[in-house]
């Protein structure tokens, strides 16, 4: 490839070098964190990744400032600067509307940018990356790691080339860390590191309403995979792919099964399609799926009627779907006595079942015949076909709500782990046998009501 590189100028006067390759809609990668463009762009590894990218995309990738081509001097370590560089880029070259994929300690830059400039970003990827530096990992490891890059960068540089990618060969590690000494010092990549465990971008992720793509490897030693995890259920347009590996960076490993889920995301129509390598018939990555279900639906047919039950269970389905559309639900099937939703976000899903049984019980306060629904919910990845959901994870939410008594939310360990900290109040009902499921299941109880 022969990039073409120009210089965008900040309001403040920094240089920041970009490069562009290819033909298309353009797409700007952000730099991981402190190596050079020009050394991702020309090693064969890198230099391969992108020029598929490059086939069906304008790519476009830049150095921070403070690294690479791009002023040296850097004296603003803040994320807003890291901001300030991407906003100079995408409006140094003019660029009215593109894609963008934010990276490993720039990834939190591109969520506040799809957040500020949703009318200027058509998809958000975001590779192997977090919202909350402080949960990166445990202090003394940040304190051990900060301290020896600003005494040792010759050893620091290959250490953290090894953590990010574990496995790659000597003469590849050795290369990497050379690359990042050129391109930083070591007091620069401790106040860099600093920074990324000081960002916390999470309250801006409701606010980003673009469609997103997540993409983690699993065995990740940099930047754990959980973060991605929780990172997708609170973005409200978000879908996971995890990825198998240990490599953070994308273009090391099975780089293709990182490229089919860019096509396939960025895929622009059959002709792309046909490029990308086999699709996957996976619903798209982690999400999370509740079912209701109407108490006594059969004997409240025999009891009423045919006409007057339906007018009840034509009640139940106003509030459930009511409570859908406010919580950004969506509703795979009604299954007869109750209805079947996905989310993108746990946090979401729990949300819209306290709303749905907040609405029965006040619905029931003054109705003549009261409504009483279980709800039950878990979270994986699942199959889709024909706009339905199948699998285990579809499986095991359904088998969980017939377990809920009713006015009861019951979920999986799962959604309560992708909603840890977000304030919601569990108890814990032990291991329970589910018809079909070999070994017992972890379940928790929701609280939505005071108790009194």
């Known amino acids: 490839?022969?990039?073409?590189?120009?210089?965008?100028?900040?309001?403040?006067?920094?240089?920041?070098?970009?490069?562009?390759?290819?033909?298309?809609?353009?797409?700007?990668?952000?730099?991981?964190?402190?190596?050079?463009?020009?050394?991702?762009?020309?090693?064969?590894?890198?230099?391969?990744?992108?020029?598929?990218?490059?086939?069906?995309?304008?790519?476009?990738?830049?150095?921070?400032?403070?690294?690479?081509?791009?002023?040296?001097?850097?004296?603003?370590?803040?994320?807003?600067?890291?901001l300030e560089d991407l906003e100079t880029v995408a409006d140094g070259l003019a660029l009215r509307r593109f894609a963008l994929m934010g990276s490993f300690h720039l990834g939190p830059a591109a969520i506040v940018y799809?957040?500020?400039?949703?009318?200027?970003?058509?998809?958000?990827?975001?590779?192997?990356?977090?919202?909350?530096?402080?949960?990166?990992?445990?202090?003394?490891?940040?304190?051990?790691?900060?301290?020896?890059?600003?005494?040792?960068?010759?050893?620091?540089?290959?250490?953290?080339?090894?953590?990010?990618?574990?496995?790659?060969?000597?003469?590849?590690?050795?290369?990497?860390?050379?690359?990042?000494?050129?391109?930083?010092?070591?007091?620069?990549?401790?106040?860099?590191?600093?920074?990324?465990?000081?960002?916390?971008?999470?309250?801006?992720?409701?606010?980003?309403?673009?469609?997103?793509?997540?993409?983690?490897?699993?065995?990740?030693r940099a930047i754990p995979f959980r973060l991605s995890r929780e990172l997708t259920s609170v973005l409200p347009a978000a879908r996971l792919v995890a990825l198998e590996g240990t490599i953070n960076w994308p273009w090391f490993g099975d780089s293709d099964s990182v490229l089919r889920a860019i096509y396939e995301f960025l895929g622009e129509g059959e002709e792309a399609a046909a490029a990308a390598p086999e699709p996957s018939r996976q619903a798209g990555g982690l999400v999370t799926i509740l079912f209701t279900d109407m108490e006594g639906s059969t004997s409240l047919t025999q009891r009423l009627g045919d006409a007057e039950a339906q007018e009840v269970l034509r009640t139940h389905n106003t509030i459930v779907r009511d409570a859908l559309r406010a919580h950004s639900g969506s509703e795979i099937k009604h299954t007869g006595d109750g209805i079947m939703a996905s989310f993108a976000s746990a946090s979401r899903a729990l949300e819209c079942a306290i709303a749905m049984q907040t609405a029965f019980a006040e619905h029931n306060e003054s109705a003549g015949e009261p409504i009483r629904v279980r709800i039950g919910l878990n979270a994986g990845e699942p199959i889709a076909e024909e706009k339905d959901l199948f699998g285990t994870a579809v499986q095991l939410a359904a088998r969980i709500c017939a377990h809920a008594e009713p006015t009861q939310i019951l979920t999986s360990d799962l959604v309560k782990g992708l909603a840890a900290g977000k304030g919601f109040l569990f108890s814990d009902r032990g291991d329970v046998a589910l018809r079909g499921f070999e070994d017992p299941v972890r379940l928790y109880e929701v609280r939505w009501r005071e108790e009194g």
């Open 114 to 220: 799809a957040a500020r400039h949703a009318d200027r970003i058509s998809r958000l990827i975001l590779y192997g990356t977090y919202a909350c530096g402080r949960m990166l990992t445990r202090e003394d490891v940040k304190t051990s790691l900060t301290s020896m890059v600003r005494a040792h960068w010759g050893i620091a540089s290959r250490t953290l080339a090894a953590i990010a990618a574990p496995g790659i060969g000597d003469e590849m590690l050795q290369a990497i860390a050379s690359a990042a000494r050129e391109s930083a010092t070591g007091e620069m990549v401790a106040k860099l590191l600093e920074m990324a465990y000081a960002t916390d971008v999470v309250e801006l992720l409701p606010e980003v309403k673009v469609p997103t793509l997540v993409l983690h490897r699993r065995g990740d």
């Open 1 to 82: 490839m022969q990039p073409q590189i120009r210089f965008c100028t900040t309001s403040q006067g920094v240089r920041i070098a970009c490069a562009s390759v290819g033909q298309g809609p353009p797409l700007i990668t952000t730099p991981s964190n402190w190596e050079s463009m020009t050394f991702v762009l020309q090693n064969r590894v890198g230099g391969r990744f992108y020029e598929v990218l490059a086939k069906r995309h304008t790519v476009i990738r830049y150095d921070r400032r403070g690294v690479g081509l791009s002023d040296r001097e850097r004296t603003d370590f803040t994320l807003q600067a890291d």
